[in-house]
């Protein structure tokens, strides 16, 4: 492990991203010939301790604040009091397997990266749920090239079993979010997290963008499209292993608050999170392991 701020390029055919190092965060991806899919603010400030705005922070082994899930699995409506936000997986530095970073054999440049219990200290580890001396190794695998393919896995490699919360946060670039659909998600329930005790709603039609906040965990893991006017393409998100999705775009008093973003910057992103989190967090038994993952691609005009 370094702990340098490295950044890597992973130059596939059809495609290319750059990652950091530091939060094994894909900080930028873009098929040939279009405009980034994944979104990197205008300034990337890198500092220890702080997260990544924008790319794909890692998300682990809590969301927010965290969760405490009740016995019988339903959503108390509340949050937990961990730190740090997020989970610590986006402010460590991670292990680069040099020997799997290479081009796999559809054209995609791969990059793999390591992260064990070892790396936090007991005092934050003590915060996982179930299991106060939780032992883990995590592998998180990017395959950049005409599409980008994430996936996070964890594995249980203590005698007792555990708990965590993750998502891979991902930013989706986008013209203007206020002329964006979200589509993929009509019918089904979510929880508006805006609103105290996180509401149960259910989602009507796409999902748009009005410069308020919108921060939603939909209880789906259906393929979403983006459909952008500006950019004039559809991005497509399909996850595995992910019972939820996050929709989260700040809006504009918020996004403007937002100490690492430029006034306005807000509108050139959506998040559509691959996520696991609140009363459907994973429980690993020991020798366990579980994958979530998220691929990225655009549509293809006929
Ligand atoms: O600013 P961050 O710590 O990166 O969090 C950014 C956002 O992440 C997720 O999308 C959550 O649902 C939001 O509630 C949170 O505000």
Redo the contacts with the bound molecule.
């Keep these: 492990m370094s702990d340098q701020f490295i950044i890597r390029t992973l130059d596939g055919e059809g495609g290319s991203a750059t990652i950091s190092d530091y939060g094994a965060h894909v900080l930028r991806w873009a098929p040939a010939g279009q405009p980034d899919v994944v979104w990197q603010p205008s300034a990337v400030y890198l500092s220890e301790g702080t997260?990544i705005?924008g790319g794909v922070?890692i998300v682990f082994p809590w969301?927010?604040s965290g969760y405490d899930p009740e016995p019988d699995g339903t959503d108390n409506g509340r949050t937990a009091s961990r730190t740090p936000?997020?989970g610590f997986a986006r402010t460590s530095f991670w292990h680069r397997d040099e020997s799997a970073s290479a081009i796999d054999g559809d054209g995609n440049a791969v990059a793999r990266y390591t992260l064990d219990s070892t790396e936090a200290d007991e005092a934050t580890l003590a915060q996982f749920v179930g299991n106060p001396h939780p032992r883990f190794h995590a592998v998180y695998e990017v395959r950049s090239g005409s599409t980008l393919t994430m996936a996070f896995t964890v594995t249980n490699d203590g005698n007792a079993p555990f708990s965590y919360e993750t998502a891979l946060?991902t930013y989706l670039h986008v013209g203007d979010v206020e002329h964006v659909e979200v589509t993929g998600l009509d019918g089904t329930e979510y929880l508006d997290?805006t609103v105290s005790g996180f509401p149960v709603c259910a989602q009507h039609g796409p999902i748009r963008f009005d410069g308020s906040m919108v921060?939603r965990?939909y209880l789906s893991d259906h393929e979403i499209e983006v459909h952008d006017e500006r950019l004039d393409r559809t991005i497509v998100a399909t996850s595995h292993g992910a019972n939820t999705t996050?929709v989260?775009n700040?809006g504009e008093s918020a996004g403007n608050a937002?100490g690492d973003l430029a006034d306005g910057e807000w509108r050139g992103f959506v998040?559509v999170?691959a996520a696991a989190n609140r009363a459907n967090l994973i429980t690993l038994n020991p020798g366990e392991s579980h994958t979530i993952a998220q691929t990225l691609s655009v549509l293809q005009k006929l």
Excluded: S
Aim: with cysteine; aromatic share 12%; charged share 25%.
């Design positions: 997260a705005r922070p969301f927010n936000k997020h946060h997290t921060d965990i996050v989260w700040p937002i998040c999170e």
